[in-house]
């Protein structure tokens, strides 16, 4: 049932209640009243009226009664009525006008309750939220009728969850007056501050409030709320990753226990400064999904769990993420990079950007950063090759000015690229050629040199038997000038095959290699089939080692990387100091991007996020949190966006930007 039909029901409900009592108000007026026949039978035929949902005719009934000369046992009733019929017929202001005026006549009537009730419902039809606050308040003070009250409480609930922000809410505390609606605001108030996360805000107010108001009716309610932040607040966090706890030898569990202690480091330190005190419940996965399974099945079923995080590896991730995603538990993964883990639900994050999004990046900065157009694509068979291929391909695609010439694949481990490289020499050498090779006609020496190219570079190129573009030798218009000089030119495919010509047509060419060992065979084939362009890699280019003993191939590669940081910055540094004297250990790549995904996770804690739904909302709002090990970008599709964009240099690896994607 919607709020409307909600709404109409309840209205309903106190309407048809309300036409029932009437005996106990003629008691309760300060004036003489007078029983009338007429104005009973008038009444009734209202409330039959009311009841079919003829409002106009309700209103016709009622309004004879009002009209009448003498106060009879039926005017109070009469108001109320008539108000309720303007309120179903859209007449909002009239009914209010109707209603203040009834509360200043008969201000001791026994349905001044009801009378409020529907004041606060005209105010809400009205939109004039702050008004019907303070009346639906009034009613639930001046009743003994616990439907009426409840009623007016759901309406009360309404307003302050969907109408009125934190903001308006304190503006209105400030400015109350009454004991009784200063006590019902201290309650509401504290629940909003406590649900952004303002505890010791919220702390105050119900202090004050308990002190002030120690005969409220809500008295119970507020002291019950002031003892549960007094006792403080804990979340209990699940935490999923490989330790091994009983193989201490398994290299995987390095993995796992430097990871835990960047969490544990970041949530102690958020429990030394913060109200919200976190708890970890830690499972060790075993680097079995069906065990991570089965501990995300028992987190999820303990509704103290607010969270869970990990696990690390992406076939974990899928067996496990479903069942969170189901019971409405956020699960973050810090690490995991396959594509579509996200998709699996709603509650489903990935901090660590998955390989279509570090596809899409390179291909971004390629394009927008370094403008190049012409691109091809050099890559291995295996899921991991094609799905970032894929993502840069898919992206380049999508931005103007710029294509792909050729995409060529190769198996995992092969080192022979020879088929490889003559389709890209092929597709790279489409320009006409003049070659200098061989026995050269001399007049055809003597038309070129007639168009200003300079005899020295002419017999440099005879001496090194080179084959040139027409377009390099005689500028964009050459294929028209050689056509009209006569001379022989010939098509660049020809020279597929002729190591000694440059293919320079292609502005960069993608390399997501699988491994460490790949970065030398692909870059070393790329230089001996003298294919003179940009190198762009992957994460796995981030290996200085073998940078370095590729160095005379790969000098200048840009690569996108997951981690990076600057030693120099005064944030790493802190941090550095910190944990080194804390746990007595030097931080690894690992231990940081536990940190930083935990810290992420305090900080929206600490802005309020303290429950499920809660945390999901603000993971999906679009929040940028600068990490150490790199930016952590989340939007609506529940994944990091943001690349490092770094570049081997002199025997360096240095940071040259970072990409978000939209």
Not at 357 to 370: I, K
């Amino acid at each position: 049932m919607n709020f409307r039909m909600m709404s109409h029901t309840i209205f309903r409900i106190v309407c048809i209640i309300f036409s029932l009592v009437f005996l106990s108000e003629l008691a309760a007026q300060d004036r003489d009243i007078v029983f009338s026949e007429r104005a009973e039978d008038y009444f009734q035929s209202g409330i039959n009226a009311f009841e079919d949902e003829d409002y106009f005719q309700s209103l016709q009934h009622f309004e004879i009664i009002l009209d009448m000369r003498d106060v009879t046992q039926r005017t109070t009733a009469a108001y109320v009525m008539s108000a309720k019929a303007m309120i179903e017929m859209g007449q909002n202001r009239n009914a209010v006008r109707v209603l203040q005026n009834f509360l200043d006549r008969f201000p001791r009537s026994l349905y001044q309750d009801d009378a409020y009730f529907t004041l606060g419902v005209a105010f809400m039809r009205d939109r004039r939220y702050e008004n019907a606050l303070f009346t639906f308040m009034s009613a639930v003070e001046h009743t003994d009728n616990p439907e009426l009250q409840g009623n007016a409480e759901a309406y009360l609930a309404r307003i302050i969850d969907d109408h009125l922000s934190i903001e308006d809410l304190q503006e209105i505390y400030d400015e109350a007056r009454g004991e009784f609606e200063s006590g019902f605001l201290a309650l509401a108030l504290s629940q909003k501050y406590i649900e952004r996360g303002s505890f010791r805000r919220a702390q105050s107010l119900l202090e004050e409030a308990v002190n002030e108001y120690s005969r409220h009716p809500l008295i119970s309610e507020l002291r019950s709320l002031l003892e549960n932040i007094e006792e403080g607040i804990t979340l209990k966090i699940g935490v999923i990753l490989p330790l091994f706890e009983d193989d201490p030898g398994e290299p995987l569990g390095r993995l796992g226990w430097e990871m835990l202690q960047g969490i544990q480091f970041s949530v102690e330190q958020h429990n030394a400064e913060s109200d919200v005190q976190l708890f970890l419940d830690v499972r060790d996965s075993r680097r079995q999904p069906s065990v991570a399974a089965r501990h995300v099945q028992e987190l999820v079923n303990d509704n103290e769990v607010v969270l869970i995080l990990g696990p690390v590896f992406s076939d974990e991730v899928f067996a496990t993420a479903g069942v969170a995603n189901a019971r409405g538990v956020p699960i973050i993964t810090p690490t995991a990079t396959a594509n579509h883990i996200a998709d699996i639900g709603r509650y489903v994050f990935q901090t660590n950007p998955d390989h279509r999004t570090r596809g899409r990046a390179m291909a971004r900065y390629a394009v927008e950063h370094l403008g190049y157009s012409t691109l091809s694509v050099l890559a291995p068979t295996d899921s991991h090759g094609q799905d970032l291929a894929e993502g840069f391909i898919e992206e380049v695609n999508n931005l103007s000015g710029a294509y792909i010439t050729l995409n060529e694949w190769y198996r995992s481990g092969e080192t022979n690229f020879t088929q490889q490289f003559y389709n890209i020499r092929r597709h790279g050498l489409q320009d006409s050629y003049v070659s200098f090779s061989g026995e050269i006609d001399q007049n055809d020496i003597f038309k070129i040199a007639s168009t200003g190219v300079e005899l020295e570079l002419l017999d440099s190129l005879i001496e090194n038997e080179s084959a040139v573009p027409v377009v390099d030798l005689l500028g964009e218009d050459g294929p028209r000038i050689a056509d009209s000089l006569g001379l022989n030119v010939i098509r660049g495919d020809l020279y597929a095959d002729s190591l000694h010509v440059p293919v320079e047509s292609i502005d960069a060419i993608y390399l997501p290699i699988s491994s460490r060992d790949a970065m030398g065979i692909v870059s070393a084939q790329i230089a001996y089939h003298n294919v003179n362009t940009q190198l762009l890699g992957t994460g796995e280019w981030n290996d200085i080692l073998a940078l370095e003993e590729n160095r005379r191939y790969v000098e200048g590669v840009y690569f996108t990387s997951d981690t990076f940081w600057n030693t120099e910055d005064s944030t790493f540094i802190e941090f550095f100091d910190s944990f080194r004297e804390t746990i007595g250990s030097r931080p690894t790549r690992n231990t940081i991007k536990g940190y930083d995904t935990m810290q992420l996770l305090s900080l929206l804690i600490d802005e309020g996020a303290t429950t499920r739904d809660g945390i999901a909302e603000a993971l999906s709002s679009g929040i940028f949190y600068r990490g150490i090990h790199s930016p952590i970008v989340m939007g609506r599709n529940r994944v990091n966006a943001a690349k490092n964009i770094l570049r081997y240099m002199a025997g360096e690896i240095i940071k040259v930007d970072e990409i978000i994607l939209n």
